[in-house]
Structure formats: structure tokens, C-alpha cells
């Protein structure tokens, strides 16, 4: 589990079909985190949380699995994590 610390960029719904042809929901969020110019997406089926308002910093306990796309399959992929010094 990670917390994720950033601004929030981006609230959408989606609609997706899933594998089994029944219709589906799923909320993404964009966090782009402090000291970074790279926003985070976020996958959340709970569609009514209330997470708070575009451009205000939240805190999210976030959980992480890292996957790629080959050949439009999902694969398992390293996950690289940059933990910078305070000064």
C-alpha cells in the first residue's frame, strides 16, 4: 500500500464493455504528485467516493500493480519507484 500525495488534474467516468458483454463503470482520477510534471492515473470502481475538487492536493492510500500491453495483451512489467533526498 503507498500513499499518494498530488494535485488532482482530472475526474472521469468511463463506460467499458467487459469480457463477459455486460456494461461496466470505472472512475479515473489524475494525480500529478508534488515535484512532478507527470500525472498518475488512478483506476477506482467505487464511483461516488468523494475524493475532493479539481486542483486541490489529496492523499490517497493507493495500491500498486504494474502491467504493459504486448501485443494487446496485459503483461506484468517492473514498477519503478524514485524516492528523492530531502534537504
Not at 467516468?13 to 489524475?30: F, H, P, V
Not at 515535484?35 to 498518475?40: E, K, L, N, R, T
Not at 492536493?57 to 517492473?78: G, M, N, P, W
Request: aromatic share 10%; proline share 3%; charged share 30%.
Amino acid at each position: 500500500m503507498f500513499k499518494l500525495t498530488g494535485v488532482l488534474k482530472k475526474d472521469e467516468i468511463k463506460d467499458y464493455t467487459r469480457k463477459d458483454g455486460t456494461a461496466g463503470q470505472i472512475r479515473n482520477l489524475y494525480i500529478e504528485p508534488e515535484g512532478s510534471i507527470y500525472p498518475i492515473k488512478v483506476n477506482m470502481s467505487d464511483l461516488e467516493a468523494k475524493i475532493g475538487k479539481i486542483g486541490e492536493t489529496i492523499t490517497l492510500s493507493v495500491e500498486v500493480y504494474a502491467y504493459q500491453f504486448v501485443d494487446k495483451q496485459r503483461k506484468r512489467a517492473f514498477l519503478d519507484v524514485y524516492i528523492p533526498n530531502k534537504k
